[in-house]
């Protein structure tokens, strides 16, 4: 089995900045793209930031400019820098990885728990 394990969300104040990461655990052969979502209540989930295998990105319009992602392909681990963070980015972020867990296998979904994250005005 697979485990991904957010950590870093929290409370800040408008402008601030908070830095999410997401590792990857268990059964794991390699791992195609990984990135993040983020749900607001009633509302679809939505596509933050992504990051492939050989490091490139693709961001919401949303976020340009003031989130960056990155990963460590040796820990399997994702982060999500956010910078100048504002109201609006008030909800919980969810980490996605794509897992092969053999040479011949496809790759399959995992999720992460969520974590909260919460900007003050």
């Known amino acids: 089995q697979v485990q991904l394990v957010e950590s870093g969300g929290g409370m800040v104040q408008a402008g601030g900045s908070l830095r999410l990461s997401c590792a990857a655990s268990?059964?794991?052969?390699?791992?195609?793209?990984m990135d993040w979502y983020r749900q607001a209540p009633g509302k679809q989930r939505e596509l933050v930031a992504a990051?492939?295998?050989?490091?490139?990105?693709n961001y919401a319009d949303s976020v340009k400019g003031r989130f960056t992602i990155s990963r460590d392909n040796a820990k399997n681990t994702v982060y999500l820098q956010m910078n100048s963070l504002k109201p609006e980015d008030t909800v919980v972020y969810y980490c996605?990885?794509?897992?092969?867990?053999?040479?011949?296998?496809?790759?399959?979904?995992?999720w992460g728990q969520g974590t909260q994250v919460t900007v003050s005005s």
């Open positions: 996605h990885a794509q897992v092969s867990r053999s040479a011949w296998g496809r790759y399959y979904d995992y």
């Open positions: 268990g059964s794991i052969f390699s791992i195609n793209v």
């Open positions: 990051i492939d295998r050989r490091g490139t990105t």
